[in-house]
Nanobody, 126 residues
Framework: EVQLVESGGGLVQAGGSLRLSCAASGFSFDDYAIGWFRQAPGKEREGVSCIGTSDGTTHYADSVKGRFTISSDSAKNTVYLQMNSLKPEDTAVYYC???????????????????WGQGTQVTVSP
């Protein structure tokens, strides 16, 4: 059974940092990419970043470039999202998902499976 478990969310002031983790199990970690997505109240879910766990390819949404860094640890089957210089507009529930490939079109549903974690809330206060 594919499982993705996010953790690390919380409440932080603008300008602060958080590191999210996505622990994966139930599939061959290095055969897939992992993506981070977020959904704010009243908005559609959007792709934030993704990483190819075997080749290290990464892509970022324009809104987070230069502030967020994605990384993976194959020994732990875990992907991280380091979020720095957080802004109130980063407030959302963050999800990780299993992807077939990491491309710049992060939000394209054709490149990901329907395996999602339960999400972790990130709240950035002004």
């Amino acid at each position: 059974e594919v499982q993705l478990v996010e953790s690390g969310g919380g409440l932080v002031q603008a300008g602060g940092s958080l590191r999210l983790s996505c622990a994966a199990s139930g599939f061959s970690f290095d055969d897939y990419a992992i993506g981070w997505f977020r959904q704010a109240p009243g908005k559609e879910r959007e792709g934030v970043s993704c990483i190819g766990t075997s080749d290290g390819t990464t892509h970022y949404a324009d809104s987070v470039k230069g502030r967020f860094t994605i990384s993976s640890d194959s020994a732990k089957n875990t992907v991280y999202l380091q979020m720095n210089s957080l802004k109130p507009e980063d407030t959302a529930v963050y999800y990780c998902a299993r992807m077939f490939i990491c491309l710049f079109t992060i939000s394209d549903p054709r490149i990901r499976s329907d395996d999602w974690g339960q999400g972790t809330q990130v709240t950035v206060s002004p």
